[in-house]
Nanobody, 127 residues
Framework: QVQLVESGGGLVQAGGSLRLSCAVS?????????MGWFRQVPGKEREFVAA????????YYADSVKGRFTIFRDNAKNTMYLQMLSVKPEDTAVYYC???????????????????WGQGTQVTVSS
C-alpha cells in the first residue's frame, strides 16, 4: 500500500540547516492524508516534531522546534518536507516520516494515529 521513504539526513554543524524529504508512493489519494515527522534517539521514546494536514494549510510543531523547523508538502510531487534551520545538537536523532488518512485536527493526532511510517533518516548535529 502506501510507502514512505525519507532522505536528506546527514551530518550538519550546529546553527546550520538541513532539509529532509519524504517521498510517498503506492496510493492515489495521497493528497487526502495528514503527514508528519517524528524523531527518536537511542534509549528514548519517539518524539513528535511536526505535522501537516492534507492540504498543507494547517501545521503544528513541537515546542522544541517551533520557530526553527518548517513542515511543508508538494502533493503534486507526492513529497513532504521538513526544513530544519538553526539546528542544535539536541536535534540529533533518526527522523521518521509518517502519514494517516485520519481527518481529525492535526493538533489532536498522536503517534498511534499514524498508519504509515518510513524507515527513518539519521540527522547528526555536531557542536
Amino acid at each position: 500500500q502506501v510507502q514512505l521513504v525519507e532522505s536528506g539526513g546527514g551530518l550538519v554543524q550546529a546553527g546550520g540547516s538541513l532539509r529532509l524529504s519524504c517521498a510517498v508512493s503506492g496510493g492515489t489519494f495521497i493528497s487526502t492524508y495528514a503527514m508528519g515527522w517524528f524523531r527518536q534517539v537511542p534509549g528514548k521514546e519517539r518524539e513528535f516534531v511536526a505535522a501537516i494536514n492534507w492540504s498543507g494549510r494547517s501545521t503544528y510543531y513541537a515546542d522544541s522546534v517551533k520557530g526553527r523547523f518548517t513542515i511543508f508538502r508538494d502533493n503534486a510531487k507526492n513529497t513532504m518536507y521538513l526544513q530544519m534551520l538553526s539546528v542544535k545538537p539536541e536535534d540529533t536523532a533518526v527522523y521518521y516520516c509518517t502519514a494517516t488518512p485520519s481527518q481529525r485536527p492535526i493538533q489532536t493526532l498522536r503517534a498511534p494515529a499514524f498508519n504509515f511510517w518510513g524507515q527513518g533518516t539519521q540527522v547528526t548535529v555536531s557542536s
